[in-house]
């Protein structure tokens, strides 16, 4: 906490900048080593100090580190090993409740910035995410499911397309596939049409939308950027039309605009959406609009550093 301190003051400018970050890295050079003697020693009465140390060095990666891979590191083999080690029963009550509803809106995020499969995908957490009750809740669990969908499609399209390559097991793995993409999109859509959010959820409305529109397009991209394969292969897949991206896309400007000016939900949890919109964005506003709102971000996680390069690289290879 004495790090993250330290680099907010940093970058806000209060007392000399280099003192501040001089002592934000000595914090955070102690609590490594704390961390890993209590990891060498443990007991289970360290587990949630354990689990939330992952977490704020984690953080703390985020705001220095422009590469996010240290972040990674800590997410996958920290924050997200200690919750899997805890269990889901251990989640349902006290502190380590409170750290699963903090790190897990984290952990779906980098299942799908990575495209990267998630323990939140397994069937005992997907119980423990359905007590909860809120509408965020609802879509953080069709984002992680469409990361899991994703993971799998993409080792099945890597053997069975070109379509001519295909036998009828990939057909019916295809067809699995699609099924299960038709059951996600049936559920994105019902959400959006059954949310409602009270008068004093505003932060909570921004995060949803901003997520469902994000995880809309990107289960659209879970089919589309193939196609003509899966057409190929004679196999109807969830995708939407170009005017309903436009219009998510849209949403995600709209409610990501609005919500890094005046919220207080941090601005590191917008790089999702981010990311899968501009992917999407295909006219120089657009782009721009993205770029904006990833320098805005940027000013307190350098880490935004990194997907504006991912997407001007995309953007160079598309206009090509």
Sequence with gaps: ???????????????AHNDNFRFALRSYQQSLHELRNAVSNFSLAKRDSIAWSTFFLGLFELLQDASGQKWLQHMVFGTAQALVASGPAACRSGTMRLFFIQAR????????????????????????????????????????????????????????????ATSDVHLSEGLELATEGFSLREALESWEFTTSFLPDAADERLLSTAYHSATSIYLSGNYDYDLAQWQELGVAVPILSARRI??????????????????????????????????????YQQREAVVDLLRSVRRSFIVADAMLEELKELWTRTAG
Excluded: C, Y
Aim: proline share 4%; no cysteine; aromatic share 8%.
């Design 1 to 15: 906490m004495l790090a993250l301190g330290a680099m907010q003051a940093h970058s806000l400018g209060a007392m």
């Design 105 to 164: 809106t984290f952990e779906a995020g980098r299942s799908i910035i990575f495209n990267q499969p998630s323990f939140l995908a397994h069937p005992d957490w997907i119980g423990l995410t359905g007590d909860l009750t809120t509408d965020l809740d609802e879509i953080l669990k069709l984002v992680v499911l469409s990361s899991s969908l994703r993971v799998r499609t993409a080792e099945f399209t890597s053997k069975a397309f070109p379509a001519q």
């Design 246 to 283: 436009e219009e998510h896309f849209d949403a995600i400007v709209a409610t990501v605009k609005e919500a890094l000016k005046g919220s207080s939900l941090s601005p590191l949890l917008f790089l999702f959406p981010l990311r899968v919109a501009g992917a999407r964005a295909k006219q």
